[in-house]
């Protein structure tokens, strides 16, 4: 049984840092690229970040980009967020998932395992 579970998020304020963490259970993880999404209340989920299954490629979202970094260590079946110089606009429930594309993706529909979310609380 695959299990993506998060960690880390919480409440920070702004100009803050977190470091999300996702451990891997239940499948071959560098066989994986991986993702993180946010889903903030009333809105669609949104990418924010992938990384390749070797971690030698990293995609960003705009709005994150210079601010996140995305990392991965497959000796220990985890992915990495880190969030530095949060945002207001950066308040949402943070979703880590896998997919079996090799260099990761933008899209949700293309993830075959998703977490349960971790929420991430920007305050101003």
């Known amino acids: 049984q695959v299990q993506l579970v998060e960690s880390g998020g919480g409440l920070v304020q702004a100009g803050g840092s977190l470091r999300l963490s996702c451990a891997a259970s239940g499948l071959t993880f560098s066989n994986y690229a991986l993702g993180w999404f946010r889903q903030a209340p009333g809105k669609e989920r949104e990418f924010v970040s992938t990384?390749?299954?070797?971690?030698?490629?990293?995609s960003y979202a705009d709005s994150v980009k210079g601010r996140f970094t995305i990392s991965r260590d497959n000796a220990k079946n985890t992915v990495y967020l880190q969030m530095i110089s949060l945002k207001p606009e950066d308040t949402a429930v943070y979703f880590c998932a896998a997919t079996v594309y090799m260099g990761g993706s933008y899209f949700s529909n293309e993830y075959n395992h998703w977490g349960q979310g971790t929420q991430v609380t920007v305050s101003s």
């Open positions: 990384i390749s299954r070797r971690g030698f490629s990293t």
